[in-house]
């Protein structure tokens, strides 16, 4: 957690503007939801580019506060370390892996009515990232102010997703499946990494 780092910098634009345009500007946000949420395939609303638009697109003022502060607070020293390209590469793919996986739960749920907003399945990839490079850095629930270790503090959140997305105790419309489906994608790409740095060293 420190300086706000180039991409961070300009994906917190990008959202903020989206936002601005949807719940500010007069007769948009219907029309902002139907070009840029993430409708199933088969919706007459369903665009290709909703799958990285959705990105960009935030419920209400909670959720988009929530998902930039995090965005900020985990993906500013893995930007550091990793540099922007590669920080950008890494949080498209965990944003895109979220949404086909989110749409691959509704296939088998057959809900097919339900869309996405927001940028959580990107930031949930991050939040691994951050536990697996930051271990023991020290983290507090806003429900539990309790310093935590980010090692036991992201699996709990996550083990959170996974109970609500599979059973009927979520409270409100989140897409518990695209959390999961992020933190998944994240996961793997920080292992295939992980992996082949030791490879390189070892030429």
Known sequence: MGRLTEAIKHLLIINVLFYVVTYFVPNMQEK???LFALFYPTSDFFKPWQFVSHMFMHGNTIHIIFNMYALWAFGSPLEQMWGRNKFLFFYFSAGL?????YTLANYYMQTFDAIAVGASGAVYGIL???GMK???A???LIFLPIPIAAKYFIPLIL????FFGFT???VGNIAHFAHIGGALIGFIIMMYWRQNQFKR???
Request: no cysteine; proline share 4%.
């Open 138 to 140: 020290k983290l507090a």
């Open 128 to 130: 691994v990232a951050f």
């Open 168 to 170: 009927s105790y979520s």
């Open 201 to 203: 060293w070892d030429k």
């Open 32 to 34: 902002m939801f139907e």
């Open 134 to 136: 930051f271990p023991n």
């Open 159 to 162: 083990f959170g997703d996974i």
């Open 97 to 101: 892996g979220a949404a086909l996986i």
